[in-house]
């Protein structure tokens, strides 16, 4: 289905992940600014939630057969995941997508970071002083749809850009596009939602949570309530938000917005994070925010993805525009994730050539934990290998 994919085999033998001794930077210094490489730090080697559930994508047949007392097989899915994405810049008038339009409509269930606000001009303000607020215009939602993403990660950095009422229309505008989201809410309690859809013959939950900013939250008071957190003070909310998901579905995704950019290696509160949510049950961990595509790793049974990196992001470029769409498969007996490296110069997604593709699996090799790609790009699980 995908050409020379990456396909990550998930064995009872996965390996735990282990804490990053040592950064790789690729420096930023503000806040969603192009990083750009260091040349002093080489890379190393090597039961349901409340609220109304939106339509599925895609709905399948009963997994038991009515006319036989044996439990039928059920149809393997494929879910996709795409990294950050934002349509400023005028991104929205350049087709971000449609170089690789085929490879975001085949899975079943296709799913982004939208780290944007989404209003027209003079809608709501700023509710805080920052270098980088990023508004969209709604009318670049078509592209979501036309692309066949159904459904995006909306608890970010920049969901609030233009406070609530740039929100409260960005959430009509999805709905009215049928694009399914998770992550924010008009309040605290709608924010905490988990998204649990019917994808062909299962159940899945999608959770959406930032880690950052959370130097606002050191009070403990949620002042920024539209937002589903995962900051210190927050965290049964998010953990409560996690164990409703696992509860009411066979499948369990986390899309977190977390870490440091421009930084290969995953911060250490990161990694404590995602060992918490594997004990929760979590079977994919999808991370964004650090505008660059970082390793991967498992722990237990739980698939890592370190940072999905830029997707049709206008400020890609260099290292930040190495991309990838995180493909999970699901059948009845093992949970497979394959990628697909992509380029994303400017935010308009394409494509790699053989030595891009080349250099985005050695990126990736360098820094995971318990993987290695062969030239072929199929990943083998290595216990020894630890490039963080």
């Not at 009515?66 to 350049?94: K, N, W």
Request: hydrophobic fraction near 40%; charged fraction near 20%.
């Amino acid at each position: 289905m995908f050409p020379r994919s990456i396909r990550l085999l998930v064995t009872a033998a996965l390996v735990s992940t282990a804490g990053c001794s040592s950064a790789i930077d690729v420096s930023v210094t503000d806040d969603e600014q192009t990083p750009v490489v260091s040349a002093n730090t080489p890379l190393p080697p090597t039961s349901l939630a409340p609220g109304t559930t939106r339509s599925s994508p895609t709905t399948g047949a009963s997994p038991t057969d009515a006319s036989s007392t044996e439990p039928r097989q059920r149809r393997p899915i494929t879910l996709g995941f795409g990294g950050d994405t934002s349509f400023t810049d005028g991104l929205d008038r350049r087709d971000p997508f449609g170089q690789v339009v085929d490879l975001l409509r085949a899975p079943d269930l296709m799913v982004v970071n939208l780290e944007t606000a989404v209003a027209d001009p003079g809608v709501g303000g700023a509710p805080v002083a920052k270098p980088f607020l990023f508004r969209s215009p709604p009318e670049a939602l078509d592209l979501l749809v036309a692309a066949g993403i159904d459904a995006v990660g909306l608890a970010n950095n920049h969901t609030l850009d233009f406070g609530p009422d740039a929100l409260a229309q960005m959430l009509r505008e999805l709905d009215d596009r049928g694009i399914q989201r998770v992550g924010a809410g008009l309040d605290q309690e709608a924010a905490y939602v988990p998204l649990i859809v019917e994808v062909g013959d299962w159940t899945v939950g999608l959770v959406s949570l930032s880690r950052v900013p959370c130097d606002w939250s050191a009070s403990g008071e949620n002042v920024r309530p539209q937002v589903a957190w995962a900051c210190p003070p927050f965290q049964d909310l998010a953990e409560e938000m996690i164990s409703q998901a696992t509860a009411a579905a066979d499948v369990t995704v986390v899309m977190v917005h977390g870490g440091e950019e421009g930084v290969l290696c995953p911060s250490p509160f990161m990694v404590e994070l995602r060992a918490r949510w594997a004990e929760l049950g979590v079977d994919l961990v999808v991370d964004g925010h650090p505008h660059v595509v970082q390793g991967v790793t498992s722990i237990g049974s739980t698939m890592i993805a370190h940072s999905s990196g830029n997707f049709a992001f206008p400020s890609a470029r260099g290292v930040t525009a190495n991309s990838a769409l995180f493909l999970f498969d699901i059948t009845e007996t093992d949970r497979t994730l394959r990628i697909e490296p992509l380029r994303a110069d400017g935010g308009i997604l394409r494509i790699p050539t053989d030595d891009e593709r080349a250099a985005i699996i050695d990126q990736i090799n360098r820094v995971s934990t318990g993987w290695q790609f062969d030239d072929d790009g199929v990943a083998r699980v290595d216990p020894e290998v630890d490039g963080c």
